[in-house]
């Protein structure tokens, strides 16, 4: 026979040998005893029947054992091996691979490798059967399919199956935890199963399980049950028909898991939600008509402090002078920080829509804006291409104009401003980092001064209300600008955030969609 088994064609057996040889070919599965080199010594006829042609003289053609297996699963195929020697274990353990069998089709085999037992060979012995599955296993070995299928064997967790047209069904252990009965004492049927759920969903279930039945849709929901000892749980079904061979010829299956503890989680926190945001609107709210009630006090200290100025300044003393122009001074203070006050409330109030907005038309407008503080501070302003995007025009206005004027107002006296304003567009990676969403367009737009910069630490900090790094003395403000165009940024759905270095400079980068996308909370 050509290409016969060397173990056969030297004609050397001993006990072990033979022991070895006699048991792979009484293997109910397939079987085969490979050497190092994997060359198939020996196969059962189970084994040659699906692997091997069928003529005697091909019998061992293509006799290496790695030939038949998947080209991918190669390299984990050796390491098996390697590992059911180093184990020192009776067997490897199962594992399992694609084959392919003679007529040229790849089938999933469970495969458990045992190191050869003969004292003069040097090998493994190989049993392994097919799997029968209607789906491909997406487990590497039988051990990483234990390990998945921990997280079911519990009290959250059951299936089912009902053969159409006999009023019974067949639950797990699982499920009957579920459902808190005992499997000895419980027929399950329709009727039982209809009387455990919420009253409120029984017409919905009934309907639902009918109609999937009848046209063998998927069915995906979630439905109320009310256990024995009155406790009210979700449940989330999965379930669907498949074809059997018996009369009936289909039968009804399905997963059920128990997602109370998950949903009410959900519910606390979309509660805690709804109450922060309310929160939040209550102090918006409160903000806008403090800030709006304090203004016509405010305007007549103000007037009546100018014409006691104007009118009585001789009269007043070289103090009372002081005194007043203090006054003046705090008053034009407190103007500016109502007038932030309300542009802070206003953002998030705003009735304005979002539009398709030219980003490089709204930087021509700022720069006209800060023309006189450019010109005084000579100060170099760079702009590169802006992309347009679905924006409320009057807050990108906003929050370019508070970036720019901080950087031309937060300038060093050792040199000119210069200010740089730069955009690109997001790479995937880019935005997976961010958190955001990756099938949408985002443009990150880079504003870099010269200026003072700031140290680190503080790069979160520098959003929040009324947060300075310097004092009034200093640089002028209210410590508002930043936290505003934070609350911009967000209110477009997008990310702000900034690096610096104490007296070199600091870049601010803001990421913003090219579409909005609506949430109730924007209405």
């Not at 705003?350 to 800060?370: A, G, H, P, S, W």
Request: with cysteine.
């Amino acid at each position: 026979m050509k290409n016969q088994p060397l173990l056969h064609s030297e004609g050397k057996t001993d006990k072990s040998q033979q022991i070895e040889l006699l048991s792979i070919h009484d293997l109910p599965v397939m079987a085969v005893l490979i050497d190092e080199l994997y060359n198939i010594q020996y196969a059962n006829n189970q084994f040659r029947h699906v692997f091997c042609k069928h003529s005697e003289n091909e019998g061992w053609e293509n006799c290496n054992f790695l030939n038949k297996i998947d080209p991918w699963q190669l390299d984990r195929f050796k390491h098996h091996l390697l590992s059911s020697n180093i184990s020192g274990a009776s067997y490897s353990g199962y594992a399992m691979y694609k084959l392919r069998e003679v007529s040229g089709n790849v089938r999933q085999y469970n495969i458990i490798i045992s190191p050869s037992v003969q004292s003069e060979f040097k090998g493994y012995s190989i049993a392994m059967y097919p799997d029968n599955s209607m789906w491909e296993q997406p487990f590497a070995s039988l051990d990483a399919r234990e390990m998945f299928l921990e997280q079911f064997q519990n009290e959250n967790f059951g299936t089912f199956e009902k053969i159409i047209g006999v009023d019974k069904s067949f639950w797990s252990d699982g499920l009957y935890k579920i459902f808190e009965i005992d499997p000895l004492k419980t027929e399950v049927s329709m009727n039982f199963f209809l009387s455990t759920v919420h009253p409120f969903d029984v017409e919905r279930v009934e309907r639902m399980t009918h109609e999937a039945i009848k046209t063998d849709k998927i069915l995906d929901f979630e439905y109320r049950i009310i256990t024995p000892a009155l406790k009210i749980k979700i449940l989330h079904a999965f379930c669907r028909t498949i074809q059997i061979t018996n009369p009936h010829g289909k039968k009804f299956i399905g997963s059920i898991r128990d997602v109370t503890a998950q949903r009410a989680i959900e519910q606390d926190l979309n509660k805690k939600m709804e109450e922060l945001y309310q929160s939040n609107r209550e102090l918006e709210d409160f903000a806008f008509v403090a800030s709006h009630d304090l203004q016509e006090p405010l305007r007549k200290i103000a007037t009546f402090g100018g014409m006691l100025q104007e009118k009585a300044k001789a009269n007043l003393g070289e103090n009372g002078q002081f005194y007043l122009s203090r006054l003046l001074a705090s008053a034009e203070n407190m103007k500016v920080l109502i007038d932030d006050l309300l542009e802070f409330s206003r953002v998030s109030k705003v009735k304005d829509q979002f539009e398709r907005t030219d980003l490089n038309l709204m930087l021509k407008i700022v720069k006209t804006d800060l023309e006189l503080n450019i010109y005084e501070s000579k100060a170099q302003l760079t702009i590169g291409i802006l992309p347009t995007i679905e924006a409320i025009p009057s807050q990108m206005k906003q929050l370019f104009t508070n970036i720019i004027g901080n950087a031309l107002k937060f300038s060093t006296t050792r040199q000119e401003p210069i200010v740089k304003v730069e955009s690109e567009l997001l790479s995937t990676s880019e935005k997976l980092l961010l958190g955001l969403v990756s099938a949408d367009n985002y443009y990150s737009i880079t504003i870099t001064d010269n200026g003072i910069g700031f140290d680190n630490k503080f790069a979160e900090r520098i959003f929040k209300a009324f947060h300075r790094l310097h004092g009034k003395a200093e640089y002028q403000g209210t410590g508002l600008g930043l936290a505003i165009c934070k609350k911009i940024v967000d209110h477009h759905h997008g990310v702000i955030s900034a690096q610096g270095k104490v007296g070199n400079g600091a870049v601010f980068t803001i990421v913003l969609p090219e579409i909005q996308r609506i949430t109730q909370h924007d209405f």
